[in-house]
């Protein structure tokens, strides 16, 4: 079918590093940010999550930082496993009216190396 | 494991063919969502609803059509299957348009 969008950006990282990935969001209206998994032939899986009122959020090897003065997000993995490899997106919503909308940002292809 | 189905995983048919995409979840969510996915590339939001009887058009442009006549069932429809319509087909749902959504495995489809 007629693709849509950009390929991948791609990150290879040694077995045991900590892995960093990038987002940039688009609308500085955005409130709140989700970080997504999604292993090859499945949906996305939820990762993370953090709020605007918030720049960083901890969860289990994983670690969200949020600069919304460049409206930049980041992924932190340590100790990163093969299990990890998979492709990332990060995803903003504001309240738009009575409704919100996710909008998903480009992605990376995370590939861990033995 | 997220609760939300979506069948068939892969389909594989005729251009000319209606087709529907079928997705379910059991979690009680009012929201539901259909997206386009393009291997390798990102996620495009093609249809939204915020209950039963609301649908509303995503982002992404798509001349597939939804319904929504009950909470646990958000099915996709496509009248005539073209080419142009191969893609992968992922349906989510979540209790508030603020919280996460929950993604079901897809449906890969491939117009012959």
């Known amino acids: 079918g007629e693709s849509v969008g950009l390929h991948l950006p791609t990150l290879s990282v040694q077995e045991g590093d900590n892995s960093i990935i990038n987002c940039a969001y688009s609308n500085s209206a955005s409130d709140y940010f989700i970080w997504y998994k999604q292993e090859s032939g499945k949906g996305p899986q939820f990762i993370i999550d953090i709020r605007s009122n918030m720049d960083k959020r901890q969860g289990q090897r994983v670690t969200v930082l949020l600069n919304k003065t460049v409206k930049h997000l980041s992924l932190q993995i340590a100790a990163t496993q093969p299990g990890d490899s998979a492709v990332y997106f990060c995803?903003?919503?504001?309240?738009?009216?009575?409704?919100?909308?996710?909008?998903f940002g480009s992605g990376t292809q995370l590939t861990v190396l033995p | 494991e997220a609760d939300i189905y979506q069948t068939p995983r892969y389909l594989v048919i005729g251009t000319g063919k209606k087709i529907t995409l079928e997705c379910s979840q059991t979690?009680?969510?009012?929201?539901m969502y259909w997206y386009q996915q393009d291997p390798g590339m990102e996620l495009h939001l093609i249809h939204y609803s915020y209950g039963v009887n609301s649908t509303e058009k995503g982002d992404l442009s798509s001349e597939s059509t939804v319904s929504r006549i009950r909470t646990e069932h958000f099915p996709l429809t496509l009248e005539s299957a073209r080419p142009s319509h191969t893609s992968q087909y992922l349906c989510?749902?979540?209790?508030?348009?603020?919280?996460?959504?929950?993604f079901g495995p897809g449906t890969r489809l491939t117009v012959l």
């Open positions: 989510a749902s979540s209790d508030d348009f603020y919280n996460e959504q929950f």
């Open positions: 979690m009680g969510h009012d929201k």
């Open positions: 995803a903003e919503t504001l309240f738009s009216g009575s409704a919100r909308q996710l909008t």
